[in-house]
């Protein structure tokens, strides 16, 4: 059974920090992996999406690697803001099926002081 | 650009009583998921439909049930609501093999 866990499950940091982080998956058999964003209430936001051939994908300030071998993946944040502030989730569409449901972890709430 | 919508945006029930949350996709998506999310909780995945067929199932209740229509929008049935199916409900849809578009989510509240 695909498993997937987040480290650490909260973090502060002062603005302007570079962060990472984490996610790992207990089986390597994934169709992909996605990170989204959740604000408190609110509905998820896709940030980024990063295929089982891939080893990483950039969007703005987020860069997100793959490790398929070893069930890992990171989400790394440059020049945090206060803005971004909110729970990332990371994902896996497990299996060899491209209709596959999500298998989220239990995020990170990550929370930027001005 | 066009995204996932979800209506009602929040719903109060009693127990034992019935809800239908309605979903419609982003245009010309083939995939429609379900998922639940309890408080503190990550997204559970519930059901599926692939080009207007279940294509997977998840720890959907018995007393859940679900079908997507010809013009594609789907329906997440609940009866006999009990305190624990409060959560907010999230319909995602794909292309395939593409990432999945979240709407903003149902909540439910049973009372």
């Known amino acids: 059974k695909q498993e997937v866990t987040q480290i650490p499950a909260a973090l502060s940091v002062p603005e302007g920090e570079n962060l990472v982080l984490n996610c790992s998956f207990t089986?390597?058999?994934?169709?992909?992996l996605q990170w989204f964003r959740q604000d408190p209430g609110k509905g998820l936001t896709s940030l980024l999406l990063?295929?089982?051939?891939?080893r990483e994908q950039t969007s703005g300030r987020l860069n997100a690697s793959l490790d398929k071998s070893s069930g890992r993946s990171t989400l790394y944040i440059a020049a945090s803001q206060p803005g971004d502030s909110a729970t990332y989730l990371c994902?896996?569409?497990?299996?060899?099926?491209?209709?596959?449901?999500?298998?989220f972890g239990q995020g990170t709430t990550l929370q930027v002081k001005p | 650009a066009a995204g996932v919508i979800q209506s009602p945006r929040h719903l109060i029930k009693e127990k034992r009583e019935t809800a239908t949350l309605k979903c419609y996709p982003i245009?010309?998506?083939?995939?429609v998921y379900w998922y639940q999310q309890g408080p503190g909780q990550d997204p559970q995945f519930l059901i599926s439909?692939?080009?207007?067929?279940?294509?997977d199932k998840g720890s959907i209740p018995d007393r859940f049930s679900a079908q997507q229509f010809s013009d594609y929008h789907s329906e997440l049935n609940m009866s006999s609501l009990e305190l624990g199916d409060s959560a907010l409900y999230f319909c995602?849809?794909?292309?395939?093999?593409?990432?999945?578009?979240f709407g903003p989510g149902t909540r439910l509240t049973v009372t």
């Open positions: 994902a896996v569409q497990h299996g060899s099926s491209n209709t596959g449901k999500l298998i």
């Open positions: 089986d390597s058999a994934i169709y992909n």
């Open positions: 439909f692939y080009e207007k067929m279940q294509s």
């Open positions: 995602a849809s794909s292309l395939t093999g593409s990432e999945q578009y």
């Open positions: 245009p010309r998506h083939d995939t």
């Open positions: 990063i295929q089982s051939s891939q």
